[in-house]
């Protein structure tokens, strides 16, 4: 199950008429590269749950490559009540994937599910060992590899090291009995916290520190998720431009024009610039460190560093 039903606040004012998952990185939607990520992990069908602007989740998923079950929420359930109220879909003896829906990561899907098997537990956390965790909130596990801290909600003691939660994990079918029987609530506080002050187990499994995770929840993520993608997933410095784009200005690489974008006379777009699909930039104007989202146009003149341009405005990282 993929979480995308999120009002997007966090990410305003870039979401005004999409949902968060929506939004590009290298003009790839979010949640494409989710679903994509867990069809190549060997994931046969997925459950998307929607509420802001469900039609642009749609558009997004169009060319899926796994079969999509939809359930929007007319009022939005939390990260726990979505999963409860998808359990008629989710139901049965094995165990389920729960992903957000507002990150880009590599996983090893198999591998996780497969500590989870061996684990026993009533559910398996994916976490890394990163330094975000100060700003993030961390999760402490014991010499068997199972919480025994959640953040600063509860600490049972004996913490051998802690990990940063990636927002993905692994449950059992029991944990619905385990879940409050209303519309609303959170997974953590409200069945992982309690669970584990019973005696359940709740384990964890480390995704490898090389192994990319960018969390696409605010403006300075999805600006830095794409300047991350940009020089992960391409050939070192160059330039990689469409060949339907319309480029009268100078490139610099690493840079990113899309299909149908255009960079006029004089313009400069890079190093460490995203410019997407249908965004027009136009003369003399300068981006570096920067993101134009599809469709926009940046004035002319315009400097953009550290700064997303949509529409005809521009957020900048103050």
């Known amino acids: ?11 305003a004012p870039l979401a005004r008429d999409c949902a968060k998952p929506a939004l590009p990185v290298l003009d790839v939607a979010v949640i494409a590269r989710l679903v994509r990520a867990l069809a190549a992990g060997g994931v046969e069908r997925a459950i998307v749950n929607t509420h802001a602007f469900p039609e642009s989740l749609h558009a997004a998923l169009r060319d899926s490559p796994l ?23 989710l139901g049965g003896d094995a165990p389920f994937l729960v992903v957000n829906g507002d990150m880009c990561l590599e996983l090893d899907f198999a ?5 989870h098997r061996e684990s026993r537990a009533l559910a398996t956390l994916a976490l890394r060992d990163d330094s975000r965790k100060r700003d993030f909130g961390s999760i402490g596990y014991d010499r068997d590899g ?3 801290r959640i953040t600063d909600r509860m600490d049972l003691g004996s913490e051998k090291a802690s990990g940063l939660f990636i927002g993905v994990q692994v449950m059992s079918p029991a944990i619905f009995a ?10 953590i506080p409200e069945v992982y916290v309690p669970a584990i002050r019973e005696g359940a187990a709740i384990a964890t499994w480390m995704q490898p520190e090389k192994a990319a995770w960018w969390p696409v929840g605010t403006p300075r993520e999805l600006l830095d ?15 990689r431009v469409a060949p339907s784009a319309r480029v009268a ?11 149908g974008a255009s960079v006029e006379a004089g313009a400069r777009v890079g190093p460490r610039a995203v410019v997407s699909r249908g965004a027009v930039i136009r003369e003399n104007a300068r981006l570096e460190q920067a993101l134009a989202l599809p469709d926009c146009e940046v004035a002319p003149g315009e400097s953009l560093e550290r700064a997303i341009a949509h529409g005809r405005e521009v957020w900048r990282d103050a």
Do not use: Q
Not at 1 to 11: E, I, P, Y
Not at 67 to 73: A, G, K, S, V
Not at 111 to 115: D, T
Not at 252 to 259: N, S
């Open 1 to 11: 199950m993929v979480l995308a039903a999120g009002l997007g606040t966090r990410m």
């Open 67 to 89: 079969p999509i079950d939809w359930l929007h929420e007319a009022t939005p359930r939390g990260s726990g009540g979505g999963i409860f109220g998808a359990r008629h879909l």
């Open 111 to 115: 591998a996780l599910v497969a500590r």
């Open 146 to 148: 199972h919480v025994c």
């Open 178 to 187: 385990r879940m409050p029987a209303r519309a609303g609530f959170e997974i």
């Open 225 to 239: 998720a794409n300047l991350a993608a940009l020089a992960h997933e391409g050939p070192g410095d160059s330039a």
């Open 249 to 259: 200005g100078a490139v610099i690489g690493p840079a990113w024009i899309g299909d």
